[in-house]
């Protein structure tokens, strides 16, 4: 019996498949980025709460958790991490 595999090589079928690789790819730069920002706060002695750990790791946005990464070098308090800077 011949394997049928013309579709797999089909443009639209590896299209699909690049753009998957691709969100792949960001989760795992997400992932990562997130588990740096609560690796600093551990890094500097800070106690990091299960609900600051499960708001980090539950972020995808690479602009927020880069934010957070920066507040992470500061902070003295894991939860500083989501204030809003106010200017006066």
Known sequence: M???????????AEKVREEGREEGREEGRAQA???M???ILEWRGLTVPGA???RVLACADAEQL?????RAVHVTDAADLFRT???A
Do not use: C, G, I, N
Not at 2 to 12: A, D, N
Not at 66 to 70: L, Q, S, Y
């Open 52 to 54: 600051v750990r499960d």
């Open 85 to 87: 800077e106010r200017t």
């Open 2 to 12: 011949t394997q049928v595999s013309y579709f797999f090589r089909h443009p639209v």
């Open 33 to 35: 980025q997130a588990e």
């Open 37 to 39: 920002t609560l690796r």
């Open 66 to 70: 880069t934010v957070w990464a920066e």
